[in-house]
C-alpha cells in the first residue's frame, strides 16, 4: 500500500487526484494539504466527499509528511510555488509527481523566458517528462515527474504517430485548442466569472502562450529537429475538456493507408488512447471524467494536409489522471490502477 500526500488538494486538479485515488486499490491518502483551509475538514470543503474521506487539511511541512510515512507526493500547485516544496520533498527521499509547469522543461533559460527565474535548475534538468505514451520506459525510475500540462498531452498525442514515422513535415504546424473553464484553476478573477463565460468564445495568450515551448520541446523530441509552431488557445464555456485540433502538412506521396497505419500502429497497446474509426471524430463530451484521449484524423489531399483532432478531460488525462497513471508506472502498478473510470455522458 502506497502512502500517498497532495500538496495543494482544494484546487480543481487537487480535489480531482482526490476523487481517482479514493478509487486506487493500492493507495492510502495520508496528508492532504492546503494553505488557504488549512485545519479544515475536506468534506466541509468539499461537500461530495462526505462518507468518503475523513481528514483535516494541514499546511505543508516535509518533516510531517516523513513521519507520516509518505511514499509520493502530487504537488498541485502554481508554478513557482512548486519549486518551493518540490526540493525539500526530494531531500527526504519522497518521490514527486509536480503538477505545475516547473520542472517540464529542461531548458532552463527557455523556462525563465516564458516563467520566472528557476531556483531549483539542476532539478529541472534531472526531471522526468511524464507524458507515458513518449517517455514511459524513463518514468518507471524516476524521482520526479514533470507532468504535462493539458493542452500539450492533448496535441502530443495526436502527432506523435506521425511525427515518428516521418509522414508529415515538421515545420508549418498549426494547432488550435479549446479549452472547459476549469483550466484556469480555482482562483477567483474576472475572465473566470459565469457571465464573462457563458456563451462566450474567444481565443487568447495568441502566440504567447506558456505552453508553447513545452508543445515545441516534446514534438523537436519526436521529429529529431527543432521544431516552431503556430499555438492558439481558446477558451469555451464548458466545465471540462479539450478539443485540439491540428493541421500538418504531408510529405510527398504519403497516402491515406500510411496515415492510418501510423496511428494503428503506435497505440496498438496504448490502454487510455482510443482510435475513432467509421468517420466518427473525437468529442469532449464522451471522455469528460475519464483518462482517455480520443484521436481522430481526416486526410486532405486537395491541400496535402492531415487533420487530426483529440479530446481529453483537462482535469483528468490533462492533470489528475496522467498524474496517477505516471505514480502506477513509477511504482510498477497496473497502468489502469484507479483510472477505469467510464467517462461521464450526458
Not at 208 to 231: C, M, W, Y
Not at 248 to 259: F, I, S, W, Y
Not at 314 to 321: E, P, S
Request: hydrophobic share 45%; proline share 5%.
Amino acid at each position: 500500500m502506497l502512502n500517498v500526500a497532495v500538496v495543494g488538494a482544494t484546487g480543481y486538479t487537487g480535489v480531482e487526484l482526490v476523487r481517482l485515488l479514493l478509487r486506487h486499490p493500492q493507495v492510502k491518502i495520508a496528508a492532504l494539504t492546503s494553505r488557504q483551509y488549512a485545519n479544515e475538514h475536506y468534506a466541509q470543503i468539499f461537500p461530495s466527499m462526505a462518507g468518503h474521506l475523513d481528514i483535516v487539511c494541514t499546511e505543508f511541512d516535509a518533516e510531517e509528511l516523513v513521519k507520516r510515512k509518505v511514499d509520493i507526493v502530487f504537488t498541485a500547485v502554481p508554478h513557482k510555488t512548486a519549486m518551493e516544496v518540490v526540493p525539500s520533498l526530494l531531500e527526504h527521499n519522497i518521490r514527486v509527481v509536480d503538477l505545475s509547469a516547473d520542472y517540464r522543461l529542461r531548458d532552463v533559460a527557455v523556462y525563465e523566458q516564458w516563467y520566472q527565474p528557476h531556483t531549483s535548475p539542476d532539478l529541472a534538468k534531472d526531471a522526468v517528462y511524464g507524458l507515458p505514451e513518449l517517455y514511459r520506459s524513463k518514468i518507471g525510475a524516476a524521482k520526479l515527474v514533470a507532468n504535462p500540462g493539458c493542452y500539450p498531452t492533448s496535441i502530443a498525442v495526436a502527432l506523435a504517430p506521425l511525427l515518428h514515422e516521418g509522414l508529415i513535415k515538421a515545420d508549418g504546424l498549426i494547432l488550435d485548442s479549446k479549452s472547459g473553464a476549469t483550466g484556469a484553476g480555482r482562483s477567483a478573477k474576472t475572465s473566470g466569472l459565469f457571465c464573462e463565460v457563458n456563451e462566450g468564445f474567444k481565443a487568447y495568450a495568441i502566440a504567447s502562450h506558456r505552453h508553447t515551448p513545452e508543445i515545441e520541446q516534446t514534438l523537436s523530441d519526436l521529429s529529431g529537429a527543432a521544431v516552431k509552431v503556430n499555438f492558439t488557445p481558446h477558451l469555451l464555456p464548458l466545465n471540462r475538456g479539450i478539443l485540439s485540433t491540428c493541421y500538418a502538412l504531408m510529405k510527398a506521396g504519403v497516402t491515406r493507408a500510411q496515415v492510418d497505419a501510423a496511428f494503428e500502429t503506435y497505440y496498438a497497446s496504448e490502454p487510455f488512447v482510443r482510435l475513432c474509426h467509421g468517420g466518427n471524430l473525437p468529442n469532449t463530451a464522451y471522455v469528460q471524467g475519464s483518462n482517455f484521449v480520443d484521436l481522430g484524423w481526416v486526410v486532405d489531399a486537395r491541400t496535402e494536409r492531415v487533420i487530426v483532432v483529440s479530446a481529453i478531460d483537462n482535469l483528468v488525462k490533462g492533470a489528475a489522471g496522467q498524474a496517477i497513471q505516471n505514480m502506477n508506472i513509477m511504482y510498477g502498478l497496473d497502468e489502469s490502477a484507479g483510472l477505469a473510470v467510464v467517462p461521464l455522458f450526458p
